[in-house]
């Protein structure tokens, strides 16, 4: 039985990250993350880990700390968001094209600007073809869970790629919930200890990492990249169901909520699932056939399971905490309705650009998406696909 | 995954079998690659003229000139890339430095 306790999402991954007690940590303030480093690094003043905290003077710092360390043999991990994590952009590609799987904690940030603190996806959404494997987390419990099972993910010898474990900044980061760790020599246990086959300090076999690659070799090296992506759906999995055999809690792509016999959908990333569920809920006892998914896991995006799930439905609006500027629709959107053209009866879908910078998600703003699919369904009437959600006119 | 040697690795090797990220897990690999062919000018060594006084060794960027026994040998064309550092060192026009015809 796990520890019961109340914490904070960013104390929950600092916690996670105490119980795994990694090699090094190179990290830099930035609001809202700073409270992972900030109490982890009391972890490491007070003995309570063996792991290198370097201060470092800037997060494409603190990301090639985390590159070095993991080159030379160690397991490192980092945390940042939004104008941090552009600040990384160079070296997130580096450290997935090296094939080193770094562990990092993103809270969810708008990016500047014009300059706002407040939660949306627009960091890690445009850091998505960087390469990196990203989870997303609905509440606490999940981004606790998810930083739990990262490691054998990344680190997996079919695998190999770094691993983004995502929570919204503020709502889940700063809020305090009820919360059930695991035992330390339980997570010990579970993510083992690292030992990759070759690495800079292995003195008996010397070896170069990240050599310029010509035209010659770098397709195939990207091929083989790709590959290790499509690889992590498996393990993914795998390593889900051992995480259900050891805590009860379940995991997989995405959650499907009141599906069965849905005949509209809402497509969501992380905490807003949590409102959206308690529209649903709210519409159920009215009756209304409605349905939600809560992706968990974008990179690598689950296309044929996601396809299957809105395959009996008439009308989905996928949710899209950030804005691609595409014109047409946002990240999700596009990867969702891409998804669905394999199916034989596509429903309509629109996009919902929305909370955007923070801007409140509340269940009437779901509910009003859901009275908009119910409108489609019914019409068969699409209208304006690409939509945003509480915005004044 | 694949941990290939670096002298098995070429231009006809398939994705499977690259090594990740590109990582080499030797040492000294250069050797392994014809990098000569960059050269558009080329030294040639007049053996009758050398002393052997070594002063052409030190100053080649690539290694290029071997020793044996106390004695230079002929340029290392797989590496040596034509700067004429050597040319312009030698006391006793034992090298000379033209276009190379090729």
Known sequence: MGIRDRLSGNEAVAIAMKQINPDVMGAFPITPSTEIPQYFSQYVANGLVDTEF??????????????????????????????????MWEMLYVVASARLPVTLACVNRALTGPININNDHSDSMGARDAGWIQIYA???QEAYDNFVQAMRIGEHKDVRLPVMICQDGFITSHAIENIELI???KVKAFVGEYHPENYLLKKENPMAVGPYDTAAYYMEHKKQQAE???????????VAKEFEAMTGRHYSFFEEYMMDDAETAIVVIGSSAGTAK?????????????????????????????????????????MDKAESFSACGGPLFAETRSAAYDLKNRPAMINYVYGLGGRDVRVEDIQHVYAELEKIAKTGET????RHLSVRE | ??????????????????????????????????TGDWRTMIPTFIADKC??????????????????DGKRLDFDFMHCKGCGVCYKVCPFDAITFGKEEK
């Open chain 2, 51 to 68: 002393k052997h006084c070594m002063l052409c060794v030190p100053v080649c960027p690539d290694s290029a000139i071997p020793v044996k």
């Open chain 1, 228 to 238: 290790a992506m499509r690889n992590a759906k498996g393990v993914i999995l795998e």
């Open chain 1, 278 to 318: 308690a529209a649903v809920n709210e519409l159920r006892a009215q009756g209304k056939k409605v349905g939600l998914i809560k992706l968990r896991v974008f990179r690598p995006f689950p296309m044929e399971e996601i396809a299957q799930a809105l395959s009996k439905v008439k009308a989905v609006a996928v």
């Open chain 1, 383 to 386: 209208g304006e696909v690409y």
């Open chain 1, 183 to 185: 035992e330390d020599d």
């Open chain 2, 1 to 34: 995954m694949s941990y290939k040697k670096a002298c098995e690795v070429n231009e006809s090797i398939t994705w499977h079998d690259i090594t990740p990220g590109g990582d080499v897990y030797e040492a000294g690999t250069s050797k392994l690659v014809n």
């Open chain 1, 138 to 140: 609905e509440t606490n």
């Open chain 1, 54 to 87: 370097v201060a470092v003077e800037s997060e494409h710092s603190a990301m090639s700390v985390c590159m070095s360390a993991e080159a030379a043999g160690g397991r490192a991990v980092t945390a940042t968001s939004s104008c941090g994590l552009a600040l």
